[in-house]
């Protein structure tokens, strides 16, 4: 089956500018993430949805990032405006629904590499 | 809070070897699950192995098996016969109860970096 599909895999902004990441999941999975990865740190979620409603985004700096998943499929991760801190890996992972055993496996994506000069 | 600690920033160990990626965690609930992933230079995170916190015995899966001391509450990664291939990032991570939120993200610790000498 196709992975995790991301894009663009690297990009380089200016400060105060704007940016768009985009992920289309495996098919069939309902559960959509994005977390952020500085350099030298483990992954942090900044948004989880289920299906198209948001099940968690309380590690999402709102006030310039934004995220939606239109029709429950693919997603889309916007920085607008752009900080130096946003430098990082945004690694887009699905799985699917939860399970009693928890054992549902995030498969992810080869990531967006970001760099804010 | 559930939080993931892996105190080994860089691991090294020869080919052939065994090696064992520390993973302590902390939480209050009774149900959660264990994860290792690894992460080559390339970026993308595989992943490894599942371990429960019912599940009475070690998980295995090939050449990874999961040292699971729920006493301890700890979940180290043992790597058989390491090969050059096996040089990456690794991470631990918890799922929080699956109730909590459907699908149940996962915390991950800082990662250790394993490098396999020739």
């Known amino acids: 089956e196709a992975g995790v599909a991301q894009s663009p895999r690297y990009k380089i902004i200016e400060k105060r500018q704007s940016v768009a990441f985009w992920c289309n999941p495996i098919s069939g999975h309902a559960t959509l993430y994005w977390y952020q990865q500085i350099l030298g740190q483990g992954p942090k979620l900044l948004i989880q949805?289920?299906?198209?409603?948001?099940?968690?985004d309380s590690q999402l700096p709102k006030d310039r990032f934004s995220a939606e998943r239109l029709k429950g499929v693919d997603s889309t991760l916007k920085i607008q405006p752009a900080k130096l801190e946003d430098s990082a890996v945004y690694l887009c992972?699905?799985?699917?629904?939860?399970?009693?055993?928890?054992?549902?496996?995030?498969?992810f994506g080869a990531g967006s590499r970001l760099t804010v000069l | 809070a559930q939080k993931i600690t892996q105190t080994q920033p860089g691991m090294f160990v020869q080919e052939k070897e065994a090696v064992t990626l520390d993973c302590t965690y902390d939480?209050?609930?009774?149900?959660?699950?264990l994860f290792w992933y690894k992460q080559p230079s390339s970026g993308e995170m595989i992943f490894l192995i599942y371990q429960g916190s019912y599940d009475e015995q070690n998980a295995t899966e090939g050449r990874y098996s999961l040292n699971f001391q729920k006493a301890r509450k700890s979940a180290n990664l043992v790597i058989s016969a390491s090969q050059l291939g096996d040089s990456a990032m690794y991470f631990c991570?918890?799922?929080?109860?699956?109730?909590?939120?459907?699908?149940?993200?996962?915390?991950f610790g800082q990662g250790t970096e394993l490098s396999v000498k020739p």
């Open positions: 992972a699905s799985s699917l629904a939860g399970s009693p055993s928890g054992a549902n496996v995030l498969t």
């Open positions: 939480t209050s609930d009774q149900s959660y699950g």
């Open positions: 991570a918890m799922r929080e109860p699956w109730f909590y939120n459907q699908g149940g993200k996962l915390i």
């Open positions: 949805f289920q299906n198209n409603g948001v099940v968690d």
